[in-house]
């Protein structure tokens, strides 16, 4: 690895970086299906049966040969009743099925006609067990309203592949397959601090001088989401000696943690003390990034006491939005990278400004916007680092490359929180 660089990076590089630095864990877990939402598949999970197992009809009706109906107004006597579940009789010739949606079609049927383009009639003489006759008031064509087995998955097909990271719709999919379990990559071990003497925890009085530690509970609920195994070591006083601690504690926990996360202390004042902490208790690789907000950011590594593994740390900035914001750039697609996850980076919008930004930056800027009612990109008044209101009233990040300004109707690069989180 690099000795830190007094020039910033780029945030393209320091991503690259990141990436070639952080391989994905050992070990995995199985979860059941339910319970395995936002993490991250260790393996493909491939169908052992076609879904659906047979050709079922599509809704609640009649099952019909098609050249038993030559025009509409046919009278058919109603032969067997098919409800969900059951095992239907092959179709007799000349006759009806009631069907019921999801149930299997009887062999011998080639459509079925739903309920509101029929009319049920009772039975002639008795006949067909005294289920009815049906009267068809529609044309038929073959194919209609059945599902066809194997039409969703079929046996040996491969339903998610390895990497995915799992949501409901995929966790549906695997439970249609019959998967009451999955293989998942385990949860990274993560050490959570932040530094300040001027930090206070919610819920205590404030001294003079002092805030309220929002970064905490910002960057513990953005690790939970990302299927992480969080230990909180609260608040590390504006010393060498304390980050130092802090560091040996968090690579000694049970396991050894494998990302230490940090909040403060990375810039170049006196008072900040995560970069000489890091280089005295292992290696920093890099230093600051060129993007606005959050243009201080450690990355390096800690000796663990037993030599077994990596403890890798990132220093986030202490500022509020910044330390959002490059936690979602940058320790997001490392956590993911960690889990084995296929895709590390979110999807951008094209979206139009319904915004003028005259005020480019030398830096790659992310600045907090939300939709309007008519689909363009509005900003938040004030993008000031330290202004937390903006990160809750966004719906996302408008990117914009160094220089870049803006006029309404420009079609911008918009990173979606639901994206990020």
């Known amino acids: 690895m690099s000795d830190p660089r007094s020039t910033l990076l780029s945030m393209d590089e320091a991503l690259e970086r990141l990436l070639a630095a952080v391989q994905p864990l050992a070990g995995t877990e199985w979860l059941p299906t339910a319970e395995a939402g936002g993490r991250v598949l260790a393996e493909d999970l491939i169908s052992p049966l076609d879904v659906p ?21 046919t009278v058919l006597p109603v032969s067997q009743r098919v409800p969900a579940g059951s095992t239907p009789r092959p179709l007799q010739p000349g006759t009806a099925a009631r069907i019921f949606t999801g149930a299997p079609v009887p ?11 029929c009319e049920a009639l009772p039975a002639a003489d008795g006949a067909a067990g ?14 209609l309203a059945i599902r066809r087995r194997g039409e969703d998955l079929h046996r ?13 719709g ?55 989401a990302l299927g992480c195994e969080v230990r909180d070591l609260g608040l590390v006083p504006d010393s060498l000696a304390a980050t130092r601690a802090a560091l040996r504690e968090a690579a000694s926990v049970a396991g050894g943690a494998d990302l230490i996360l940090s909040s403060g202390g990375v810039s170049v004042g006196e008072e900040d003390h995560l970069k000489p902490a890091l280089q005295a208790e292992g290696r920093l690789d890099l230093w600051q990034i060129a993007i606005k907000p959050g243009k201080p950011l450690a990355f390096g590594e800690v000796h663990r006491p037993d030599g077994e593994g990596k403890t890798w740390v990132l220093g986030l900035p202490g500022n509020p939005v910044s330390s959002f914001v490059t936690f979602l750039l940058f320790v997001r697609p490392v956590l993911l990278r960690m889990q084995g996850a296929m895709q590390l980076q979110p999807r951008a919008w094209p979206l ?53 300004t803006v006029e309404p109707g420009q079609t911008l690069r918009f990173l979606p929180f639901s994206e990020l989180f």
């Open 107 to 117: 062999e011998g049927a080639d459509a079925v006609l739903m309920q509101e383009s």
């Open 170 to 224: 995929s966790l549906g999919l695997a439970a249609t397959a019959g998967a009451a379990r999955l293989r998942v990559a385990r949860k990274p071990r993560v050490a959570l601090f932040s530094t300040g003497d001027e930090l206070v925890m919610p819920g205590l009085p404030l001294g003079p001088g002092q805030i309220y530690n929002s970064n905490r509970s910002t960057l513990h609920a953005l690790l939970l």
């Open 352 to 404: 139009p400004a319904g915004f003028r930004w005259t005020k480019g930056d030398k830096r790659r800027e992310f600045l907090r916007a939300r939709l309007d009612d008519e689909g363009r990109l509005q900003l938040f008044g004030n993008q000031s680092s330290g202004v937390l209101s903006s990160a809750a009233w966004a719906d996302g990040l408008v990117e914009l490359a160094p220089g870049a």
């Open 53 to 73: 197992p047979h050709d079922n009809s599509a809704m609640d009706g009649y099952a019909l040969r098609v050249a038993d109906v030559p025009a509409p107004g």
């Open 130 to 143: 005294g289920l009815g006759q049906v009267r068809i008031l529609a044309p038929l064509t073959p194919g």
């Open 156 to 168: 040996g097909q491969r339903v998610l592949a390895a990497g995915l990271r799992l949501h409901a």
